[in-house]
């Protein structure tokens, strides 16, 4: 799905359902609102986008921008987007490419296998097929990818209808989302502020 049609497909809400800090885009503001909340949320996205792992922080972000963007939730593909290039030395290109079109995407046969099993669990958890799972291996994925795919899907399911379910601000201003993108590569999800934690 191209940008326009993308925004189209989101309409923006003037207001937040519940009443959130002023200024905070996403979910930082839902972070600022739910401090007993956001700690484990935000240990989860570093864990999963940072923590060890035989996939670079730039694949897994593209895993949460491809996830997001395929639930419609402009703010989190547009954040993680801009943290997956940066990861990636600025290349918007690929992270484009990725959440487009990504069979056709110049990136390895085992991303792609990862990439199909992320989008069956974007459908339903059950979409996911045996052989789904064997493709991935077939392609080198380990036991550990796959475990890690499916869970940063599921968990991006669930930030995203987070922030688009309580309503939550979302920029229109794509410079916004570079600079979120800069810090979230840069510093993580668990510093202290809730804009270094903003998807």
């Given at each position: ?134 493709q991935a291996r077939v392609e080198g994925a380990t036991d550990l990818e796959i475990h890690d795919t499916v869970l940063i899907a599921a968990a991006f399911c669930m930030y995203n209808r ?38």
């Amino acid at each position: 799905m191209n940008e326009s049609a993308r925004a189209a497909r989101i309409a923006p809400a003037i207001m937040a359902h519940i009443p959130l800090p002023e200024g905070l885009p996403g979910i930082s503001g839902l972070l600022a609102f739910r401090p007993e909340t956001a700690k484990p949320l935000r240990a989860l996205a570093e864990a999963l986008l940072r923590g060890p792992s035989t996939l670079t922080s730039g694949e897994r972000e593209m895993i949460a921008t491809f996830v997001s963007a395929r639930n419609y939730c402009h703010f989190c593909q547009a954040s993680h987007r801009a943290a997956a290039a940066h990861h990636l030395d600025g290349d918007y290109g690929l992270v484009d490419a990725v959440r487009d079109d990504f069979r056709n995407a110049p990136v390895s046969a085992k991303f792609k296998a990862l990439l199909a099993i992320a989008a069956r669990v974007q459908e339903s958890g059950s979409s996911v097929a045996a052989d789904d799972i064997a493709q991935a291996r077939v392609e080198g994925a380990t036991d550990l990818e796959i475990h890690d795919t499916v869970l940063i899907a599921a968990a991006f399911c669930m930030y995203n209808r987070y922030v688009d379910g309580l309503a939550t601000f979302t920029p229109v201003d794509e410079r916004a989302y570079d600079e979120m993108g800069a810090r979230m590569a840069k510093a993580g999800y668990t510093a202290g502020s809730a804009d270094a934690a903003a998807r």
